[in-house]
């Protein structure tokens, strides 16, 4: 069974600059989890999917992150613009519907100049 | 607000010493799951074990093995007869049902970075 994708695994971008990224999720997992994890610290909640509808976007900061799963199936998060303090590994995850074993990506990690 | 506490921030030891690592939950949540990630140097979570409120039975696996008090609010992993492929970073995470009945994200802690020396 294929995992979790995600790309690009890395990024460079200067502050101000847009980016996006791509995850996968597991076929059959109707839940799809973004975290950030940010260099020596444990990975934080962004937004989470169940199916196509937002779940909990609570730490989402909103004014520069968005996030979409239109069919239900992969997601795209954006950054826009990019500020220094988002330099972090994105991490994607997802679970099956009412199970709650999240099964993590390989990450992008992002390094804003 | 949930919170997972693991005060070991690095851990150090010589291959084949028995090793443990320390966890501490806050809920207010009557169910609940706990979990253990492993995050080698590749930087991908790996999946270790789930282990929901009402199951405080203690779990063996292989090498590893796990401890659950709700009494101390304590989920430790113990590593036997550790090896240097052993060597990570390891999260202890918590997460409750939401409104909706399926599960909340995960709440993460700090992580221990293990390190087995040769």
């Known amino acids: 069974e294929a995992g979790v994708a995600q790309s690009p695994r890395y990024k460079i971008i200067e502050k101000r600059q847009s980016v996006a990224f791509w995850c996968n999720p597991i076929s059959g997992h109707a839940t799809l989890y973004w975290y950030q994890q940010i260099l020596g610290q444990g990975p934080k909640l962004l937004i989470q999917?169940?199916?196509?509808?937002?779940?909990?976007d609570s730490q989402l900061p909103k004014d520069r992150f968005s996030a979409e799963r239109l069919k239900g199936v992969d997601s795209t998060l954006k950054i826009q613009p990019a500020k220094l303090e988002d330099s972090a590994v994105y991490l994607c995850?997802?679970?099956?519907?009412?199970?709650?074993?999240?099964?993590f990506g390989p990450g992008t990690r992002l390094t804003v100049l | 607000a949930q919170k997972v506490t693991q005060a070991q921030t690095e851990i150090s030891v010589v291959e084949k010493e028995d090793v443990t690592l320390d966890c501490v939950y806050e809920t207010r949540d009557t169910t609940y799951y706990l979990f253990w990630y492993k995050q080698p140097p590749s930087g991908e979570l790996v999946f270790l074990i789930r282990r929901n409120s009402f199951d405080e039975q203690n779990e063996i696996s292989g090498r590893y093995s796990w401890n659950f008090q709700k009494s101390t609010s304590s989920f430790n992993f113990t590593i036997t007869a550790s090896q240097v492929v052993d060597s990570a970073v390891y999260f202890c995470a918590l997460s409750t049902r939401h409104s909706g009945g399926g599960a909340d994200g995960l709440t993460f802690g700090k992580g221990t970075h293990l390190i087995i020396q040769p």
């Open positions: 999917f169940q199916n196509n509808g937002v779940v909990d």
């Open positions: 995850a997802s679970s099956l519907a009412g199970v709650d074993t999240q099964y």
